[in-house]
């Protein structure tokens, strides 16, 4: 079967919302990371089963770098995207802002990189559809997903001797 | 005031377990990566507040690599512990295992790295003590966080054109 | 102070998604209706929140009407926009689809129309800003609103003799 | 098969209480509508499946209108019973009061109509005893319903031209 | 202030129903032990603080002895009264049935006492009213909670040696 | 077939953590025993089913006496071990400290014994390992163990002619 090749607009994810509750601040009133990370999966996830059709599982995260806390009473506004398809994976990548609905500000909390891999009943990765980046952002986030790709696959190999 | 030092067993949890539920798998009964993502977070944050003193909050992750999945009627294992001090963060090593208690065997699931920051009640950074390694295993961990650390900045530092 | 009247494009939501879980499911494998509303309902605060710029209450909610079940490993999706918005009060519209990611499908599962005010600390009422529609599907649902909001009126009336 | 008529005691709920939580609490520490009707539906499925001894889903809920706020250390106090019973649907009937146990206080916060329908495992609709209402009160609920289910045909149909 | 006596009628809940969701099973379909007793606990606590007027917080359990297993679709139904009062502690007896809704069948699943203190700011103890049992049931329950405080009372001094 | 004996250690949990939520506490800020009683048990149960090679099922669990409140900002640290197992049950010793990891402070909250027992896909118990209790403190537990399941079976004996 051949798999027909899909624009960035068929999975993409632009306004995803989650208000923070008590329960997912610390004593000094931040956002739990976690709590963060776990969101982004599960948005991810949707997207990366719309650009494959099939159930996805995640093989790998980017480093995660919070650039700004998110704090009491903000909006979690979460946009996802598919960067890039190779033969069995996918590069999801994950832009998290904070919103402050009643002074109509955002900041930027966190970007993320996961790559998820489709797959049958028994776990087997499956092909998944090429992607079709159509417009200049979409291009530079296509080449960009290659360049992290190599990156994974360097770091990788330079810590192997140190695994746990 | 003077930090002091602190072994890695002051703030070592070895043994935390959560068992998978229902909500927990995707259609193939495997675990969503995002759920084991969010529980490390909120055993490391325990680590590195015990080594701190103070209240930490999440600063960055390294790469996730799954090297296999966690299905039902897995039981986590989460083990933990600071393996670096630096002037005002910490890395905190997770390693995630799921264990099947029916038939006494573990795999190996996931092994993460996190760096979190202790903050006074304006978030700003606070000073750490320092970290001392103890055995030969605690030692190579605290020679691995450094080179992790340079990793993160060259990758930073690589990626910066690409950033949405 | 005046307040400013605002776009319906400024407060829209238009891709929330929300992967269905097992707890979700009744023993006939269908989502629980009041599971549904609770997230429209989460979702419809933050579209009133950005619009009138202060904290919202639910004041009312219109007549839900089921139309299709969502079923196990549908992707709810939510779109939201303020319809109308008055003195101190605002409609917001919810529509919910039940997507079928893996076949690339979606059915209708209900709409819903809130009806938000925006408080202050005291929980007394607020004046919120105008809104502006600016397409023939907006200036629709403007117009409908006001319709709904009459039948409220209305049946609210016819009932109250009954009132337990 | 004929199906028995039951009276409202046999799937009344009188007193089914809910403490409200730090995390179903907005800015202005009040509970948000969303939480209060996701449980008023998670007890009145129980009384519908009493009644109809059959898996129910939610058809159709009626108007809500919050009548007060619930209040941080309020517990929700929920009264439900069957009103009325048609072919093959019910309508439930469920009052929601905000009780202070201190200062042992009760205010109505709302009162809101479900319509279940009992369902076979294909989600076909299935017969469902006819309810007999024995007190004044009872009965006085009993003519409501169906003043309630005329309003809801009718009010459908006059939006139906608007519907998104 | 003299605290007045009040009747076991003022506090009783008596049909407090909890659906078992699929989260709540272990791998043979039974529903875990700890999520009935955090259930009894949180419709107790409201129990004890209708009939102190004040915050209760739990200071014993008596022993559990699950009689029979709740299973999957079943509905947990929970009765709650004050037994007895003294100083400043209550009894609070909570029994736990299964009931399958479909077969109109109950079984008796556990029942617990859990002792709770009334508490003012600093944690300190209040006097809490007396209780008045009204009828023959009350009566006899009134006289099994100081037979079981004694029990706790005697248990309690016999395995001090052995304390942890 | 024959089951082997288990050392203590096979099973042992020492170090697992939860950090209170703002929705575990009361309006004294001290956290609810129901949700204490309720993780033990989700963690005790992985100590039954790690000793027995089965699923298992609660079965009873002795009196919980509080000895001190759990605050806002504590993290509770659960030690749990296999204390005794007998022909088909296993008792399972959980004790709770509420740490400051602030300050580096503990103190004990409460201690708690389960009775499990393994159960096959019919519910009926099955044989379970002897426990080999290996140093002072284990066999301290060992012996307290057969002394508390004799108060067990005394105190339901002489309480049978109350039980509701």
């Not at 963060?36 to 996830?45: T, Y």
């Not at 995640?58 to 890039?84: G, I, Q």
């Amino acid at each position: 079967m051949t798999v027909q090749a899909k624009p960035v607009s068929a999975s993409r994810i632009d306004n995803h919302v989650y208000k923070i509750f008590p329960n997912d601040l610390n004593a000094r009133k931040t956002a739990f990371g976690g709590m963060i990370m776990s969101i982004a999966d599960r948005v991810a996830v949707v997207a990366a089963e719309r650009h494959s059709g099939n159930v996805c599982v995640t093989a790998s995260v980017d480093s995660w770098h919070f650039v700004a806390p998110a704090k009491e009473n903000d909006t979690l506004v979460f946009s996802v995207s598919v960067n890039r398809a190779w033969t069995s994976s996918m590069e999801i990548g994950v832009r998290v802002d904070a919103e402050n609905s009643y002074e109509n500000t955002r900041k930027h909390i966190v970007s993320a990189y996961f790559t998820f891999v489709a797959v049958d009943d028994d776990g087997k990765p499956l092909p998944v559809p090429a992607l079709l980046p159509e417009n200049e952002r979409e291009k530079q986030r296509f080449e960009a997903a290659e360049i992290r790709r190599q990156a994974r696959l360097n770091t990788r190999e330079s810590l192997k001797r140190f695994k746990a």
